[in-house]
């Protein structure tokens, strides 16, 4: 007798907010958030979302500002986060030997989170961005680009805010909506 399972596919989306539009060592990631996709089921759940402690102090008026106009955390929020030794151990015990996207990986993936602490190279499958077979008009033009591209992308290609967003901006959010864009490009056949 054989006994067939069939795995749902499952993929996490990383989203981050960070302190400014260079990527390591220059910047750090200020607020991250995942959830696990299931694309054959076409839901998403998030499975975690936190914020990094930094000084807002250190941290100086160009980063704070730059988080300001990106919505990021708050400074007494980031004054509050965790460190980012165990947000990053968090996040690597979540997507250990998973298969992980973002809306553009080259933000999230190729100028943070193959750096230490956050170092996935050998842990997880990097998936393509979500963003890969979209309109060119709904791609990033630069990395920094990310958040404001990915609202766009939402409200372009998904109808009356699935994943109840409203005005949110946080990393959180970012990945509720880069998930239910991905549920959509797969629905087309695009994903």
């Not at 190729?110 to 077979?133: E, L, N």
Request: proline letters at 6%; charged letters at 25%; one cysteine or more.
């Amino acid at each position: 007798m054989i006994i067939t399972c069939i795995m749902s596919e499952e993929i996490f989306v990383i989203q981050a907010l960070s302190t400014g539009p260079d990527g390591y060592p220059y910047d750090e990631i200020a607020d991250i958030a995942i959830c696990r996709v299931d694309l054959d089921v076409k839901e998403y759940w998030t499975v975690y979302h936190n914020v990094i402690s930094y000084d807002p102090k250190d941290l100086g008026k160009k980063k704070l500002d730059y988080l300001s106009a990106s919505g990021g955390p708050f400074p007494e929020e980031i004054y509050a986060g965790d460190p980012e030794r165990k947000v990053a151990e968090d996040v690597s015990k979540i997507i250990g030997g998973r298969n992980i996207a973002a809306f553009d990986g080259r933000q999230e993936f190729g100028r943070y989170m193959v750096c230490d602490p956050w170092d996935i190279t050998f842990r997880s499958t990097v998936m393509p961005s979500v963003s890969a077979k979209m309109p060119i008009s709904l791609k990033c033009r630069s990395p920094s680009d990310e958040p404001v591209t990915i609202r766009k992308a939402y409200r372009r290609l998904t109808r009356n805010d699935p994943a109840c967003i409203g005005n949110g901006r946080r990393a959180m959010h970012l990945a509720q909506m880069t998930s239910e864009l991905m549920i959509h490009m797969r629905s087309n056949g695009k994903y």
